[in-house]
C-alpha cells in the first residue's frame, strides 16, 4: 500500500466506502509508505502491516480481499475468520490476484472485467459464484449537470499512466510541437491521487484502466491506448470489446506515434459526439453503491 496504483487506489476508495456506511475499517498489507499512506491517514483507516502487525480482531463481519498471499495468512496464520469473504480479483494476469484453492467456499468471487471472469472460470471457480463488479465511479462523480464546452481541437491533454509507452513519449513531443499542452501524471513523472476536480482541467485524456471510467462520468474526451495499445477513442465499433478487456488496451495493435497523433486530432469532434452514449454506460455498469447493493443482494441470498 504505497504507490498510486490500482488495486491500492481501490482498496482506498472502498475502504472510504464502508466507513461511510458507518464501518469500522481495517486494511491489512505487507507493505505501507507514502504517498498512499497519508490518503488513508487522511481519512481515518487504520492500515496493518503483516507479519509484524496484528490485526485489532479474530473475527470480523466481512473480510474483502485482493490478494491470496495476505488473506492466506490471515487465515492460515493469524486464525482469522469473518462472516462473509469475497475474493475480488482485479487482474487476469498478475499472480497475486489469482483466486485462492478454496474460493469456492467463500462467499463470493469478484472480477472486474469479463476477461477477467473468464480466468477465473478457467482456474475452476464456479460460474454461479462469480459476479461482475467493474472499475467503478462513486455517484456524487457523476456530472448531473451539461458537461463543460470544450474546443474544436484538444488544446490541454493529460497523459495518465504508471507504465508510460514509449510511442506516447514520442506523441507527446509530436503534440507539444503544434503549441499544445501535454501532461503526464504517474509514477515516473509526477505522482498524485487522480481526482474529478484534476480531470477538469483537461479537455483530452490519454489512459486505460481504472481511469478510462472517470472520464467517461465526466464526459470528458479519452483515447483509450497505453503499454499495451489499445482502441484509441472509444465508439460503437470497439466499446465492446474495450469493455471485455477491462478498458486496458489489450485485444488491440499498437500504434506508430504519428497515428495516434493523427487520430487524437483528426477524431476528437467524433469523439465529443460519442460523450452521452459514454455516460449511459457507466450509469448502466460502473456505479459503486448501484453495484455494492448487488453484491450484498447475492451474499443475502446465500444465508
Given at each position: 500500500m504505497k504507490n498510486y496504483a490500482g488495486s491500492e487506489i481501490n482498496c482506498l476508495s472502498l475502504a472510504k466506502f464502508?466507513?461511510?456506511?458507518?464501518?469500522?475499517?481495517?486494511?491489512?498489507?505487507?507493505?505501507?509508505?507514502?504517498?498512499?499512506r497519508g490518503d488513508f491517514e487522511k481519512a481515518g483507516i487504520y492500515v496493518k502491516v503483516i507479519p509484524e502487525q496484528k490485526l485489532s480482531r479474530t473475527k470480523y463481519d466481512?473480510?474483502?480481499?485482493?490478494?491470496?498471499?495476505?488473506i492466506d495468512w490471515l487465515i492460515f496464520s493469524e486464525?482469522?475468520?469473518?462472516?462473509?469473504?469475497?475474493?475480488?480479483?482485479?487482474?487476469?494476469?498478475?499472480?497475486?490476484?489469482?483466486?485462492?484453492?478454496?474460493?469456492?467456499?467463500?462467499?463470493?468471487?469478484?472480477?472486474?472485467?469479463?476477461?477477467?471472469?473468464?480466468?477465473?472460470?478457467?482456474?475452476?471457480?464456479?460460474?454461479?459464484?462469480?459476479?461482475?463488479?467493474?472499475?467503478?465511479?462513486?455517484?456524487?462523480?457523476?456530472?448531473?449537470?451539461?458537461?463543460?464546452?470544450?474546443?474544436?481541437?484538444p488544446q490541454n491533454i493529460v497523459i495518465i499512466s504508471n507504465h508510460?509507452?514509449?510511442?506516447?513519449?514520442?506523441?507527446?513531443?509530436?503534440?507539444?510541437?503544434?503549441?499544445?499542452?501535454?501532461?503526464?501524471?504517474?509514477?515516473?513523472?509526477?505522482?498524485v491521487l487522480i481526482s474529478p476536480k484534476l480531470l477538469q482541467k483537461y479537455d483530452l485524456i490519454i489512459s486505460i484502466g481504472k481511469t478510462v471510467q472517470y472520464a467517461m462520468a465526466l464526459q470528458i474526451p479519452l483515447y483509450c491506448y497505453d503499454i499495451y495499445?489499445?482502441?484509441?477513442?472509444?465508439?460503437?465499433?470497439?466499446?465492446?470489446?474495450?469493455?471485455?478487456?477491462?478498458?486496458?488496451?489489450?485485444?488491440?495493435?499498437?500504434?506508430?506515434?504519428?497515428?495516434?497523433?493523427?487520430?487524437?486530432?483528426?477524431g476528437y469532434s467524433s469523439c465529443l459526439e460519442f460523450q452521452t452514449k459514454l455516460l449511459t454506460y457507466i450509469k448502466k455498469n460502473c456505479i459503486l453503491e448501484k453495484n455494492m447493493k448487488k453484491v450484498f443482494q447475492f451474499i443475502k441470498k446465500q444465508k
Amino acid at each position: 500500500m504505497k504507490n498510486y496504483a490500482g488495486s491500492e487506489i481501490n482498496c482506498l476508495s472502498l475502504a472510504k466506502f464502508f466507513q461511510k456506511q458507518g464501518a469500522s475499517v481495517e486494511v491489512a498489507t505487507l507493505e505501507y509508505g507514502m504517498p498512499m499512506r497519508g490518503d488513508f491517514e487522511k481519512a481515518g483507516i487504520y492500515v496493518k502491516v503483516i507479519p509484524e502487525q496484528k490485526l485489532s480482531r479474530t473475527k470480523y463481519d466481512l473480510i474483502w480481499a485482493h490478494h491470496s498471499i495476505v488473506i492466506d495468512w490471515l487465515i492460515f496464520s493469524e486464525n482469522i475468520s469473518a462472516d462473509q469473504i469475497i475474493i475480488s480479483s482485479l487482474s487476469a494476469f498478475e499472480p497475486y490476484e489469482a483466486p485462492p484453492i478454496y474460493t469456492n467456499s467463500c462467499s463470493l468471487c469478484l472480477a472486474n472485467s469479463e476477461e477477467t471472469k473468464e480466468k477465473l472460470l478457467s482456474e475452476g471457480i464456479l460460474p454461479e459464484n462469480i459476479i461482475l463488479f467493474p472499475n467503478y465511479v462513486e455517484k456524487d462523480s457523476l456530472t448531473n449537470s451539461m458537461p463543460k464546452k470544450f474546443p474544436s481541437s484538444p488544446q490541454n491533454i493529460v497523459i495518465i499512466s504508471n507504465h508510460i509507452a514509449p510511442e506516447l513519449l514520442e506523441a507527446k513531443l509530436s503534440l507539444e510541437k503544434q503549441n499544445l499542452k501535454v501532461d503526464i501524471y504517474g509514477e515516473q513523472y509526477e505522482s498524485v491521487l487522480i481526482s474529478p476536480k484534476l480531470l477538469q482541467k483537461y479537455d483530452l485524456i490519454i489512459s486505460i484502466g481504472k481511469t478510462v471510467q472517470y472520464a467517461m462520468a465526466l464526459q470528458i474526451p479519452l483515447y483509450c491506448y497505453d503499454i499495451y495499445g489499445g482502441p484509441g477513442y472509444l465508439d460503437q465499433d470497439n466499446m465492446a470489446k474495450a469493455s471485455f478487456h477491462n478498458f486496458s488496451g489489450r485485444g488491440f495493435p499498437k500504434k506508430t506515434s504519428g497515428i495516434i497523433v493523427k487520430e487524437i486530432l483528426s477524431g476528437y469532434s467524433s469523439c465529443l459526439e460519442f460523450q452521452t452514449k459514454l455516460l449511459t454506460y457507466i450509469k448502466k455498469n460502473c456505479i459503486l453503491e448501484k453495484n455494492m447493493k448487488k453484491v450484498f443482494q447475492f451474499i443475502k441470498k446465500q444465508k
